[in-house]
């Protein structure tokens, strides 16, 4: 799946297990989220429901073992948030990476570069929509035990392609890739298990300039048991909404790129300019992309954190919502419940966030 010139993770992943069922750790009227930071690089953190897992993370690929350094010029990110071992109700991100079209050069046009071969770490690939992407590429990877499998619902996403076009131009001015995205909702059985599953890219293509690479973005796709998919959205939307990017990370990471792919810039003012406005405005083009891809599928709400006076998208479907000093978030439709006295948090620095005034 891919790398961009700027290929940072976004992370716009993920819902929230909107739980129906009381947790071991609470009532069935609270919810309770520790904030988990990503374990291989502390690329980000997020808020994890309590009792659930985390598996994967940041990762980078090693070009003398994939053929080729276009793999490796960018980190790469396969992360998962899941309830249990068996990943019942589950979010997972995959990982962007790159792929060539060979039809764009005279040697593919003669054949010296067939599908599925290796062309500078790529596999050789002709380009495809973000609709064929999902059943030809992602799901296969995400799931090669599946069976049963059936795609029951797909369709276009085109003002989200458009949007995203128009945002990272904005971000990063000098890159004038096209953009195509897709959603499609999957039933099948996976261990004898009948599961009910979203998945959402992005296809983001280099055209004549990239000389024919091309590849996904932002690929996710939540599931949980048959049937069950609009019980657990509501737990999901927090999950995804409460990603933090570690802007030293990403300043490093930025860097990083520039060094490994040899990125040229005209001038230093214009590098400084491009650097302060990703580490500054990433995490807003990152909340702002999610709500295109997800206002059709989970209701939220923005609000103002009591400590930082930060605006913070939430879910709504709780009437109150608390935070305390490290970020770690409680909804509840309980008027009378106050986590500061509850004695199996042990902590008195909740207060409860307000919405942000329109």
């Known amino acids: 799946m891919k790398k961009s010139l700027f290929n940072i993770p976004i992370i716009l992943f993920g819902f929230i297990l909107g739980c129906s069922q009381p947790s071991p750790q609470t009532n069935a009227q609270v919810l309770i989220f520790d904030r988990v930071t990503e374990p291989n690089e502390n690329a980000f953190s997020l808020l994890v429901p309590k009792g659930w897992q985390i598996d994967g993370g940041i990762y980078r690929v090693d070009p003398t073992q994939q053929g080729g350094a276009a793999q490796s010029i960018a980190a790469k990110v396969d992360f998962t948030v899941k309830k249990d071992d068996a990943g019942s109700v589950m979010i997972r991100w995959l990982p962007d990476v790159l792929f060539y079209d060979a039809g764009y050069s005279p040697a593919g046009q003669m054949g010296l570069f067939p599908p599925g071969s290796n062309y500078n770490g790529m596999t050789v690939y002709p380009l495809i929509s973000a609709k064929e992407f999902i059943p030809e590429?992602?799901?296969?990877?995400?799931?090669?035990?599946?069976?049963?499998?059936?795609?029951?619902?797909?369709?276009?996403?085109?003002?989200?392609?458009?949007?995203?076009?128009?945002?990272?131009?904005?971000?990063?001015?000098?890159?004038?890739?096209s953009y195509d995205a897709a959603i499609a909702s999957i039933s099948y059985e996976e261990n004898r298990i009948a599961y009910t599953e979203k998945m959402i890219c992005i296809i983001e293509n280099w055209g004549r300039a990239g000389a024919g690479m091309w590849g996904n973005k932002e690929t996710f796709?939540?599931?949980?048991?048959?049937?069950?998919?609009?019980?657990?959205?509501?737990?999901?939307?927090?999950?995804?909404?409460?990603?933090?990017?570690?802007?030293?990370?990403?300043?490093?990471?930025?860097?990083?790129?520039?060094?490994?792919?040899?990125?040229?810039?005209?001038?230093?003012?214009?590098?400084?300019?491009?650097?302060?406005?990703?580490?500054?405005?990433?995490?807003?083009?990152?909340?702002?992309i999610h709500n295109d891809m997800f206002l059709t599928l989970t209701?939220?709400?923005?609000?103002?954190?009591?400590?930082?006076?930060?605006?913070?998208?939430?879910?709504?479907?709780?009437?109150?919502?608390?935070?305390?000093?490290?970020?770690?978030?409680?909804?509840?439709?309980?008027?009378?419940?106050?986590?500061?006295?509850?004695?199996?948090?042990?902590?008195?620095?909740y207060k409860r966030t307000p919405v942000r005034e329109r």
């Open 137 to 177: 590429i992602a799901f296969p990877y995400a799931h090669p035990n599946a069976t049963n499998v059936k795609f029951f619902e797909q369709k276009n996403l085109r003002s989200v392609a458009q949007n995203y076009q128009q945002r990272m131009r904005a971000l990063v001015p000098m890159i004038d890739f």
């Open 221 to 288: 796709y939540i599931r949980t048991p048959k049937n069950e998919l609009a019980d657990y959205s509501s737990l999901l939307s927090v999950i995804q909404n409460s990603v933090i990017i570690n802007k030293q990370w990403l300043a490093g990471e930025l860097k990083g790129q520039q060094q490994r792919g040899e990125i040229m810039i005209n001038t230093q003012r214009e590098m400084q300019r491009i650097e302060q406005q990703i580490t500054e405005h990433r995490q807003r083009t990152s909340a702002e």
């Open 299 to 349: 209701d939220q709400e923005e609000y103002v954190n009591p400590y930082t006076n930060e605006v913070e998208m939430g879910s709504n479907q709780w009437k109150y919502r608390w935070e305390n000093e490290a970020g770690e978030i409680i909804y509840t439709d309980d008027e009378s419940y106050d986590p500061r006295v509850d004695v199996k948090l042990n902590r008195n620095d």
